[in-house]
């Protein structure tokens, strides 16, 4: 299995909801991340879990939370977000650098749009 | 800090042409580089992996070379199809310690007329 799931594909959420991204990958792999990509843009690098460890923090608002509460689930937990935070939600997953040839896989993506 | 570049930023061509498409990254201190294919919409798909010890990596009608002490890198397409339509990225992986951290290109836009 090479593949990295992401639910849901599609969230419409308000400004005061809450609500959680999913993403599954059954590779073994125990590196992790969060990117979020704005329209005709690179990924921008939002989160790094290492061995189930929030290794990297790229200064992200606080409205944003990770969580991964095993190796091989990673959620994204949202509350009160703005407009502006509407993108395509990247999960992908990877070896841990420097212990393998690693290569990052990456979800099909989450198109959120915040009203 | 690392900046990866890609040009042409756009590129359209006929069915049937040979085509590069270019990156170039300013810290030559790679782990690694990969191009990536994103269709409108859609999450990324690997194409390619080079290690920062090999050269080029072939997968059917692509081809990547690796030139780290120059910081470039391109992706070379042959006979091109429609379905071969999409963005494609290049990404870093940086050689220092600090790095879990995959450095984007600017990407470049493909459109493969029929």
């Known amino acids: 299995d090479t593949e990295v799931t992401q639910t849901p594909k599609h969230l419409v959420m308000g400004m005061t909801n809450k609500k959680s991204l999913k993403c599954e990958q059954h590779?073994?792999?125990?590196?992790m991340y969060w990117y979020k990509q704005k329209a005709k843009k690179p990924p921008e690098l939002m989160f790094v879990?290492?061995?189930?460890?929030?290794?990297i923090n790229e200064s992200v608002p606080s409205r944003f939370s990770p969580e991964c509460p095993n190796s091989s689930l990673l959620n994204l937990h949202l509350h009160a977000l703005q407009p502006e935070d509407s993108a395509l939600y990247l999960c992908?997953?990877?070896?841990?650098?420097?212990?393998?040839?690693?290569?990052?896989?990456f979800g099909p993506g989450t198109r959120l749009t915040v009203l | 800090k690392q900046e990866v570049t890609q040009i042409p930023a756009a590129l359209s061509v006929p069915e049937g042409e040979n085509l590069v498409l270019n990156c170039s990254f300013t810290d030559s201190a790679i782990y690694n580089l990969q191009w990536f294919r994103q269709d409108p919409g859609k999450g990324l798909t690997s194409l390619l992996l080079i290690q920062s010890s090999q050269r080029e990596q072939t997968s059917g009608r692509l081809n990547a070379s690796l030139d780290k002490s120059s910081g470039r890198s391109t992706l070379y397409i042959a006979a091109s199809q429609p379905g071969d339509s999409a963005t494609y990225l290049c990404a870093v992986t940086p050689g220092k310690s600090s790095g879990d951290k995959l450095t984007f290109g600017t990407g470049t836009r493909l459109a493969v007329r029929p």
């Open positions: 879990y290492s061995y189930e460890k929030l290794s």
């Open positions: 992908a997953s990877s070896q841990v650098p420097r212990e393998g040839r690693i290569g990052m896989f």
């Open positions: 590779m073994g792999h125990r590196a």
